[in-house]
Nanobody, 115 residues
Framework: QVQLVESGGGLVQPGGSLRLSCAMSGSRFSDYAMAWYRQAPGKQRELVAAVLSGGTTTYADSVKGRFTISRDNARNTVYLQMNSLKPEDTAVYYC?????????WGQGTQVTVSS
């Protein structure tokens, strides 16, 4: 059974940066396109960024140019570098595979952007 453990969130001022990590276990990480999702209070979960097994990346328009997704197949880990953070980036961030069927969600990591 796949397990996902997210970390790296916190409270940051607008314009600040955070780096999120997600460790995956229970399957062969390198086989899967991976993604970061986020869910803000009262909103649906949305896909923020994805990285294919070969390294190709895609981003939601709202984060393009500010966020960078990457992966380390040797460490079974996917990262999300978030720069120039805005209050509207406040959400719980989750990782999962990019394509259905998704795995069970981890606990997520809270990102709060506020002065």
């Amino acid at each position: 059974q796949v397990q996902l453990v997210e970390s790296g969130g916190g409270l940051v001022q607008p314009g600040g940066s955070l780096r999120l990590s997600c460790a995956m276990s229970g399957s062969r990480f390198s086989d899967y396109a991976m993604a970061w999702y986020r869910q803000a209070p009262g909103k649906q979960r949305e896909l923020v960024a994805a990285v294919l097994s070969g390294g190709t990346t895609t981003y939601a328009d709202s984060v393009k140019g500010r966020f960078t997704i990457s992966r380390d197949n040797a460490r079974n880990t996917v990262y999300l570098q978030m720069n120039s953070l805005k209050p509207e980036d406040t959400a719980v961030y989750y990782c999962n595979r990019k394509n259905s069927p998704l795995w069970s969600w981890g606990q997520g990591t809270q990102v709060t952007v506020s002065s």
